[in-house]
């Protein structure tokens, strides 16, 4: 059972560095949109290509508000809320066996 314990750790670990470094572009995204860089630059291409996926239903749903755009927002959000609950239940989980 150790093993399990262990396995469900590092996946907990791995998952937490994965959605930091996503928290990470959507940060870096969301400055972009600033400053109007240009579409054909290959790093923007990334960045967006990374995170229009998750923000468009996001859009669709929600709206922009006020001219704001908030779905990177809600993202952070729910990314926040992801390594509160289950990254934490995935350590105590692999702990306790």
Known sequence: MYFLGN???AVAQ???IVLSAYTW???IAA???WVRPDPFNPI???LYGLTEPV???IRNKIG???GIDISPLVVILAIMFLRSFLITSL???GRSL
């Open 91 to 93: 350590i105590q989980l």
């Open 31 to 33: 400055l972009l949109t």
């Open 7 to 9: 396995f469900l750790i």
């Open 14 to 16: 791995v998952l937490d």
């Open 25 to 27: 572009v959507i940060i």
């Open 55 to 57: 923000f468009r239903p």
């Open 44 to 46: 923007v291409r990334v």
């Open 64 to 66: 922009v508000l006020g």
